[in-house]
């Protein structure tokens, strides 16, 4: 049984510092032999949340956009490692769109109360959050952290951890960042490795 990894870029910058940081987690998680797959949030077109608390009657986001497959693949995925810059000092609006739009999965878990993830299924399913920043304020990731920790939980993903790297205004952009990227690559594998562990066991 293969690993599947999703990472989804919520940058609006293509291959900026975030994309390039994620695509080396991916590119880990392809040395280790999982199944990756990257979006790109940017040029889908899709609607932020309406608020219309339709989904807390039936569960279902009424909106049918781009981000209706999205949420398939989410669903389907082993891994998901969500990638956003921060901004103002909180995630981008196409991140934040995209976690808000997780409100019909809401609704089903503590509205509807139809949906459950058991510990098992947490235990199997990894949620990693890939962020760079320009300043070197060790608290400048802070605020994206509770809205990270909000869609990993609604989406049935344990937060397994970060890849975040700050202070790139004085590295010249994350290349030039002495450890970032290998450490990346590495935890791309390291999450792979111990899916595939864990899948070995049970079979």
Known sequence: MTVKVLG???SPRR???TETLLDAVI???RE????VE???LRPLDYASCRGCNACHKTGVCI????LTGVFEKIGDADVLVLA?????????AEAKGLIDRAQYLWARKFILKNLHYAP???????GIFVSTAGLGWENVFDAAFPAITAFFNTTGFEYWDNVIANDLDRYGGIAGHPTALTEARKKGRDVVNLLAGLQDAEA
Do not use: C, F, Q
């Open 84 to 92: 956003s810059p921060i901004y103002s000092m909180g995630i981008t």
């Open 63 to 66: 909106i049918k956009d781009d």
């Open 120 to 126: 098992d299924r947490l235990r199997r399913h990894k």
């Open 38 to 40: 990257k979006i790109v």
């Open 32 to 35: 280790a032999g999982a199944d």
């Open 27 to 29: 590119e880990g998680a």
């Open 8 to 10: 989804i870029s919520g």
């Open 15 to 17: 291959h900026g510092n």
